[in-house]
C-alpha cells in the first residue's frame, strides 16, 4: 500500500515538474509573438 502511494506521488510529481521545465520556452514564445505583433513594429518592417 504504502509503495503504490508513494508511486502515484511520483507519478505526480513528474508531471509538476514537466510544466515547469516548459514554461520558460512558452514565455519566450509568447514574448516574440507580442513584439511582433506590436503596431510600431508591425510599420517599421512593413510586416
Do not use: D
Amino acid at each position: 500500500m504504502k509503495e503504490r502511494i508513494f508511486a502515484l506521488l511520483q507519478r505526480i510529481e513528474r508531471s509538476f515538474m514537466l510544466s515547469i521545465a516548459v514554461l520558460p520556452v512558452t514565455r519566450s514564445v509568447l514574448g516574440l509573438a507580442i513584439a511582433f505583433a506590436n503596431e510600431t513594429m508591425i510599420t517599421s518592417y512593413n510586416l
